[in-house]
């Protein structure tokens, strides 16, 4: 039997905080929540600093009117939901959010939050395009700066052993997402795709020891289970911001199983694990600079085309869906980048192009049954 929110209290918890999109347990203990918008920001920094971190997101918004009122309509509708939702008070619990130069999209979305919002808090960084090792300098120091603006806004000291305590913190929560990972791979899965995805998105509200707790109930639910029967097709999910396990779950329910993804907001963006020691903000900048590149990091092509051959081999896929938000031109062009490669090293890909919070649509079903009937039909060649 597949696991539920009414079988497994522990999903149920994990569910419900992906929903809220809220820190309702750090919120109680008075600790200042602060939303991020890139997985390049190191969390350690924020917990350190004895904060909250939340991973900004806009499925609170039915719409994105209030944000559309200063943005383009080519921007990228993730942004102009994001914006929408800071404006229209569904984040009036932040004490504040930081930005990144992701996208011309995200850094237009950081103007309007610093111009517009209530927010008594605007962090940004600059993160290099390129990882050549000259440039680490750079990131570094936009750290170290960052680093010293949370201090003297929010009247604290981040110390290396704080740094060293949340890396450690963060790295029990890589540990189970490496558990998770496993649990729905392979010839026999014991979790669906969209319940290992919602966990990993949970672990972007809940506490790091909260997350700890219900993922070690979820991964010894799921070591008891009878391995997922009817699965047509093992799919990798690549591409750009998602941020919402029913978009999975519409996958799933025609027989795909989701085992493994590249996306910020799943496996990739936690990245790998950070090593403690006596430079433990160094340690944070290798970390992060150094993860799977983001398809923003220019000439990085080749280590993602790796990146996903290796998880292609190990998940034992037998296709790829490649989603994106429209008018993401970075994620675009990974489209062009892949297809080229496809022409000497084939592998099947379904590309799903959408706006921020579609999740179940008619379109939709009907590309991936199709898609399925063609990995079937390759399978029994």
Same mark, same amino acid.
């Given at each position: 039997?597949?696991?539920?929110?009414?079988?497994?209290?522990?999903?149920?918890?994990?569910?419900?905080?992906?929903?809220?999109?809220?820190?309702?347990?750090?919120?109680?203990?008075?600790?200042?929540?602060?939303?991020?918008?890139?997985?390049?920001?190191?969390?350690?920094?924020?917990?350190?600093?004895?904060?909250?971190? =939340?991973?900004?997101?806009?499925?609170?918004?039915?719409?994105?009117?209030?944000?559309?009122?200063?943005?383009?309509?080519?921007?990228?509708?993730?942004?102009?939901?994001?914006?929408?939702?800071?404006?229209?008070?569904?984040?009036?619990?932040?004490?504040?959010?930081?930005?990144?130069?992701?996208?011309?999209?995200?850094?237009?979305? *950081?103007?309007?939050?610093?111009?517009?919002?209530?927010?008594?808090?605007?962090?940004?960084?600059?993160?290099?395009?390129?990882?050549?090792?000259?440039?680490?300098?750079?990131?570094?120091?936009?750290?170290?700066?960052?680093?010293?603006?949370?201090?003297?806004?929010?009247?604290?000291?981040?110390?290396?052993?704080?740094?060293?305590?949340?890396?450690?913190?963060?790295?029990?929560?890589?540990?189970?997402?490496?558990?998770?990972?496993?649990?729905?791979?392979? #010839?026999?899965?014991?979790?669906?795709?969209?319940?290992?995805?919602?966990?990993?998105?949970?672990?972007?509200?809940?506490?790091?020891?909260?997350?700890?707790?219900?993922?070690?109930? /979820? $991964?010894?639910?799921?070591?008891?289970?009878?391995?997922?029967?009817?699965?047509?097709?093992?799919?990798?999910?690549?591409?750009?911001?998602?941020?919402?396990?029913?978009?999975?779950?519409?996958?799933?329910?025609?027989?795909?199983? =989701?085992?493994?993804?590249?996306?910020?907001?799943?496996?990739?963006?936690?990245?790998?694990?950070?090593?403690?020691?006596?430079?433990?903000?160094?340690?944070?900048?290798?970390? *992060?600079? *150094?993860?799977? #590149?983001?398809?923003?990091?220019?000439?990085?092509?080749?280590?993602?085309?790796?990146?996903?051959?290796?998880?292609?081999?190990?998940?034992?896929?037998?296709? $790829?869906?490649?989603?994106?938000?429209?008018?993401?031109?970075?994620?675009?062009?990974?489209?062009?980048?892949?297809?080229?490669?496809?022409?000497?090293?084939?592998?099947?890909? /379904?590309?799903?192009?959408?706006? *921020?919070?579609?999740?179940?649509?008619?379109? =939709?079903?009907?590309?991936?049954?199709?898609?399925?009937?063609?990995?079937?039909?390759?399978?029994?060649?």
């Amino acid at each position: 039997m597949a696991l539920s929110a009414e079988s497994s209290p522990a999903l149920r918890e994990l569910r419900a905080a992906v929903e809220a999109a809220k820190p309702e347990e750090a919120l109680r203990a008075g600790r200042p929540a602060v939303g991020y918008f890139c997985s390049y920001i190191p969390v350690e920094l924020l917990l350190a600093a004895g904060l909250c971190p =939340v991973r900004l997101r806009g499925l609170t918004q039915e719409d994105s009117s209030s944000g559309d009122a200063y943005l383009s309509h080519l921007t990228c509708s993730l942004v102009r939901h994001v914006a929408a939702a800071v404006l229209d008070g569904a984040y009036n619990f932040l004490a504040g959010q930081i930005s990144v130069n992701t996208c011309d999209h995200v850094r237009r979305g *950081y103007d309007v939050l610093a111009a517009k919002s209530d927010l008594a808090y605007h962090g940004y960084i600059s993160v290099p395009h390129s990882l050549r090792s000259s440039l680490f300098p750079w990131y570094l120091e936009e750290l170290t700066r960052l680093k010293a603006s949370l201090e003297d806004h929010f009247q604290v000291r981040i110390s290396e052993e704080a740094l060293n305590q949340a890396i450690a913190q963060m790295n029990r929560v890589r540990e189970r997402v490496q558990k998770l990972d496993v649990l729905r791979r392979g #010839p026999a899965p014991r979790l669906s795709g969209a319940e290992v995805f919602t966990a990993l998105m949970a672990g972007r509200v809940l506490s790091a020891e909260r997350f700890v707790e219900l993922a070690d109930v /979820l $991964i010894a639910e799921a070591e008891n289970l009878e391995p997922i029967a009817g699965i047509r097709g093992r799919v990798v999910l690549i591409g750009g911001e998602l941020d919402d396990p029913r978009f999975l779950r519409t996958i799933e329910s025609q027989g795909a199983q =989701v085992v493994g993804d590249l996306l910020c907001f799943g496996s990739r963006g936690l990245g790998q694990m950070v090593e403690t020691g006596q430079d433990p903000l160094a340690s944070l900048a290798r970390a *992060y600079l *150094y993860q799977i #590149p983001c398809a923003r990091m220019m000439n990085e092509f080749p280590q993602r085309w790796q990146a996903l051959l290796d998880l292609y081999q190990a998940s034992q896929a037998d296709g $790829i869906i490649f989603t994106r938000i429209k008018f993401c031109q970075i994620w675009a062009n990974e489209v062009h980048n892949l297809r080229h490669r496809f022409e000497t090293h084939p592998l099947p890909m /379904l590309v799903l192009e959408r706006e *921020y919070g579609t999740v179940s649509t008619g379109q =939709v079903k009907t590309r991936v049954q199709a898609f399925l009937e063609k990995l079937e039909a390759r399978r029994n060649d």
